[in-house]
């Protein structure tokens, strides 16, 4: 057998759902010489990014930290730390990723009901309240930016609501975190978890998590043992927390990606950031529009991130997404579940989020719908959104 090549893959742009590209000093960082996971150095490291961390959430919750795996992780850490065999739990279901909710919490034993609207939709809060009063459930959980379907879920004063009948508040924002505001203590969230390889513009390996108080309560108060050995909070915050102790090998240049992805946040600014994926999103919908082109998720609740457009009819979903990957380097996201082959998701996070990406993929996914026969004026997308890029503040 010969040995395979020295790896060269052709450059992407990652303008997919995640990963996305990585940011220059993230990467740079990566190249950092290791360390051991429990040396002083590592350790000074860790306390470091866990701060930082803290301030993305907006929240002053101790355990916070990442957990050394992908987002999948965190969704897994909160739910089998939280809920116990029987205890009663409300999952709010709008597409692919309360589904799999769905599925962990179903694993862990849950008492499970299930909240439902159409795919690209949003949840009201008065019809969660009333499933709580009824079902009075130890724990909900719902997603914060709903990656398959590109709709943004409003939390602000959900915790509240949850409070009052006793409830635990899971939010995924896997999506959201590093792009539009994520306030756990002013929502008032109990456990959070996200990833590192979309907003805050770091490779895949990482899944910050966060519990606040009532959260840490409730799982000093199990019956029961934690399903999983390695995500049991119990043992990983002994690592992470004053004592550090031993618990596993900490992927050491992951901490140092992440370390360098939240300096940057820091550095632009809570504000400043979310202002920029606004911004891009507006130019970027102004184009698709411009286009004839129509977002799936429900108006006024469209994620500045992640940018899901429905398909026009006729278009061949695979053979697009295969022209712009090989003409133009360019990957989007395909659609998931209920959107299979209907939907294409264009993701722009973390450090895609700039005009020059907005106005490459529109000039692309131009030419890729007029070689299938749909009608658009040429140029229309970038020139509208130039227009929007002109104009605005």
Same mark, same amino acid.
């Given at each position: 057998?010969?040995?395979?090549?020295?790896?060269?893959?052709?450059?992407?742009?990652?303008?997919?759902?995640?990963?996305?590209?990585?940011?220059?000093?993230?990467?740079? #960082?990566?190249?950092?010489?290791?360390?051991?996971?429990?040396?002083?150095?590592?350790?000074?490291?860790?306390?470091?990014?866990?701060?930082?961390?803290?301030?993305?959430?907006?929240?002053?919750?101790?355990?916070?930290?990442?957990?050394?795996?992908?987002?999948?992780?965190?969704?897994?850490?909160?739910?089998?730390?939280?809920?116990?065999?029987?205890?009663?739990?409300?999952?709010?279901?709008?597409?692919?990723?309360?589904?799999?909710?769905?599925?962990?919490?179903?694993?862990?034993?849950?008492?499970?009901?299930?909240?439902?609207?159409?795919?690209?939709?949003?949840?009201?809060?008065?019809?969660?309240?009333?499933?709580?009063?009824?079902?009075?459930?130890?724990?909900?959980?719902?997603?914060?930016?709903?990656?398959?379907?590109?709709?943004?879920?409003?939390?602000?004063?959900?915790?509240?609501?949850?409070?009052?009948?006793?409830?635990?508040?899971? #939010?995924?924002?896997?999506?959201?975190?590093?792009?539009?505001?994520?306030?756990?203590?002013?929502?008032?969230?109990?456990?959070?978890?996200?990833? $590192?390889?979309?907003?805050?513009?770091?490779?895949?390996?990482?899944?910050?998590?966060?519990?606040?108080?009532?959260?840490?309560?409730?799982? $000093?108060?199990?019956?029961?043992?934690?399903?999983?050995?390695?995500?049991?909070?119990?043992?990983?915050?002994?690592?992470?927390?004053?004592?550090?102790?031993?618990?596993?090998?900490?992927?050491?240049?992951?901490?140092?990606?992440?370390?360098?992805?939240?300096?940057?946040?820091?550095?632009?600014?809570? $504000?400043?950031?979310?202002?920029?994926?606004?911004?891009?999103?507006?130019?970027?919908?102004?184009?698709?529009?411009?286009?004839?082109?129509?977002?799936?998720?429900?108006?006024?609740?469209?994620?500045?991130?992640?940018?899901?457009?429905?398909?026009?009819?006729?278009?061949?979903?695979?053979?697009?997404?295969?022209?712009?990957?090989?003409?133009?380097?360019?990957?989007?996201?395909?659609?998931?579940?209920?959107?299979?082959?209907?939907?294409?998701?264009?993701?722009?996070?973390?450090?895609?989020?700039?005009?020059?990406?907005?106005?490459?993929?529109?000039?692309?996914?131009?030419?890729?719908?007029?070689?299938?026969?749909?009608?658009?004026?040429?140029?229309?997308?970038?020139? #509208?959104?130039?227009?929007?890029?002109?104009?605005?503040?």
């Amino acid at each position: 057998m010969s040995l395979p090549g020295q790896l060269n893959p052709t450059p992407r742009l990652l303008l997919g759902p995640g990963p996305s590209d990585a940011h220059p000093r993230v990467l740079s #960082a990566m190249a950092t010489p290791l360390l051991g996971h429990l040396d002083p150095q590592f350790l000074q490291i860790m306390t470091e990014t866990a701060e930082m961390l803290r301030l993305a959430y907006q929240t002053k919750n101790t355990l916070t930290f990442p957990i050394s795996a992908t987002g999948m992780a965190g969704m897994e850490t909160t739910l089998v730390n939280l809920i116990e065999p029987g205890d009663r739990v409300v999952i709010c279901c709008k597409g692919y990723f309360g589904t799999r909710m769905i599925d962990v919490a179903g694993r862990c034993g849950a008492q499970l009901t299930v909240l439902e609207v159409p795919w690209g939709q949003v949840f009201d809060f008065d019809r969660i309240r009333d499933t709580l009063r009824s079902v009075r459930p130890k724990v909900l959980g719902i997603v914060h930016a709903e990656t398959s379907t590109g709709a943004y879920q409003p939390l602000q004063g959900l915790g509240q609501l949850c409070h009052e009948f006793d409830t635990l508040l899971v #939010a995924d924002c896997v999506t959201s975190l590093g792009c539009v505001p994520v306030a756990l203590d002013d929502w008032e969230i109990d456990a959070a978890y996200s990833c $590192s390889q979309k907003g805050l513009s770091c490779p895949p390996g990482l899944s910050p998590v966060s519990f606040s108080e009532r959260a840490v309560e409730a799982m $000093s108060q199990r019956k029961t043992k934690v399903q999983s050995w390695y995500f049991d909070m119990t043992m990983i915050r002994q690592y992470w927390g004053g004592d550090r102790a031993y618990h596993h090998t900490a992927p050491i240049t992951m901490v140092y990606a992440l370390r360098e992805g939240l300096r940057l946040l820091l550095e632009e600014g809570l $504000s400043a950031r979310w202002a920029r994926h606004l911004r891009n999103h507006q130019a970027l919908k102004a184009g698709l529009t411009a286009m004839g082109l129509k977002y799936s998720a429900q108006e006024g609740y469209q994620l500045p991130q992640l940018n899901a457009i429905l398909l026009p009819p006729g278009v061949d979903d695979l053979a697009g997404r295969k022209q712009l990957l090989q003409e133009f380097g360019i990957e989007i996201g395909v659609g998931l579940g209920d959107f299979k082959g209907k939907v294409w998701r264009i993701g722009l996070m973390g450090y895609n989020s700039r005009p020059n990406n907005v106005l490459l993929v529109l000039a692309a996914i131009e030419q890729v719908l007029r070689k299938q026969g749909v009608s658009i004026a040429p140029g229309a997308g970038v020139a #509208a959104a130039e227009q929007f890029y002109a104009t605005s503040a």
